[in-house]
């Protein structure tokens, strides 16, 4: 399997434009997982899904975040319109926790590096 | 929410066994515990896992005493390789528990 695959790895963009990130997780696995990393917060969850389901959503800063997972091998996070302080390293990560989301490992991909300027 | 705390940073050198601990006074009944490593430019990697007591693999160990408010990750014999920072992971269950991370310990070992 290739691991977790994320697109594009970089993003430079202006301030009001929209930007969607893409994640493509590991077959099989049935949590996905959206991070952003940041200096000053560290690594934060933003939502996460189970079985393409919205499951905890309580992370995404506000309501110019949005994430779908139309199905089990996609997922998008939607920045609409974006702003500076939205530049940050985000993760998708994807994993098959038996019994929950944190029951087992969790892979991630090599992130996307946005920058809105 | 099982919020938990770790060291910012710490030096090691080769050689020497280092010993990270992460407090989670709030930890759940259903928590698990996991560590994972993050080197520079790369998603977290994980490390290990566990629920209770002692576990150990190829790369680490993983200590939890009986009122899991605490664990310490044990890190045998470092390289210079291991520099890296390392978060500490509590939380989830079937019930959508938050998933917390640590704000991370950031190890240098030095030669």
């Known amino acids: 399997d290739a691991g977790v695959i994320q697109s594009p790895r970089h993003e430079v963009t202006e301030m009001g434009q929209e930007v969607t990130l893409r994640c493509k997780p590991i077959?099989?696995?049935?949590?996905l997982f959206w991070y952003r990393q940041t200096m000053m917060r560290g690594l934060e969850l933003l939502i996460y899904?189970?079985?393409?389901?919205?499951?905890?959503d309580s992370g995404m800063p506000e309501d110019r975040f949005s994430a779908k997972m139309p199905n089990a091998s996609f997922s998008t996070l939607k920045i609409q319109p974006s702003e500076p302080r939205d530049s940050a390293v985000y993760f998708c990560?994807?994993?098959?926790?038996?019994?929950?989301?944190?029951?087992?490992?969790?892979?991630f991909g090599p992130g996307t590096r946005l920058t809105v300027l | 929410l099982a919020k938990t705390t770790q060291p910012i940073s710490m030096d090691s050198y080769e050689g020497q066994e280092v010993n990270i601990t992460c407090s989670h006074n709030?930890?759940?009944?259903?928590?698990?515990i996991t560590w994972y490593q993050q080197f520079p430019s790369q998603g977290p990697r994980f490390i290990i896992q566990?629920?209770?007591t002692k576990v150990t693999n190829e790369v680490a160990s993983l200590f939890i005493p009986a009122d899991r408010k605490s664990s310490t990750l044990s890190l045998p014999r470092v390289s210079l390789s291991d520099t890296a920072v390392y978060y500490c992971?509590?939380?989830?269950?079937?019930?959508?528990?938050?998933?917390?991370f640590g704000q991370g310990t950031e190890l240098s070992v030095k030669p």
């Open positions: 566990g629920y209770k």
């Open positions: 899904f189970n079985n393409n389901v919205p499951i905890d």
């Open positions: 709030n930890i759940a009944t259903n928590d698990y």
């Open positions: 990560a994807s994993g098959s926790g038996t019994s929950g989301p944190s029951t087992d490992t969790q892979y």
């Open positions: 077959s099989g696995h049935d949590y």
């Open positions: 992971l509590v939380g989830g269950d079937n019930q959508g528990g938050k998933l917390i």
